[in-house]
């Protein structure tokens, strides 16, 4: 099952937090929830998901985020 949230790449070097039930960049009180890192977005993305086992799973979004960015997987 795919998680509704995921941290994601932009055009400007910055990881955003996809919301895959709308198709659009999540937008917090008129903000949209851009982070210089991988890491941060992928804890916020999983933290959104209510995952009780965050630092596990934030570390396997990270590594999927970044290998995604490089072009290694998909």
Same mark, same amino acid.
């Given at each position: 099952?795919?998680?509704?949230? %995921?941290?994601?790449?932009?055009?400007?070097?910055?990881? %955003?937090?996809?919301?895959? %039930?709308?198709? %659009?960049?999540?937008?917090?009180?008129?903000?949209?929830?851009?982070?210089?890192?991988?890491?941060?977005?992928?804890?916020?993305?999983?933290?959104?998901?209510?995952?009780?086992?965050?630092?596990?799973?934030?570390?396997?979004?990270?590594?999927?985020?970044?290998?995604?960015?490089?072009?290694?997987?998909?």
């Amino acid at each position: 099952m795919k998680n509704r949230f %995921e941290a994601m790449p932009n055009p400007s070097c910055r990881f %955003e937090i996809w919301d895959n %039930e709308t198709g %659009e960049p999540v937008v917090h009180h008129d903000r949209l929830l851009t982070f210089a890192s991988a890491k941060s977005a992928a804890r916020i993305a999983d933290f959104l998901n209510g995952s009780s086992s965050h630092r596990r799973r934030a570390g396997a979004a990270e590594w999927r985020v970044a290998a995604r960015d490089v072009g290694w997987g998909g």
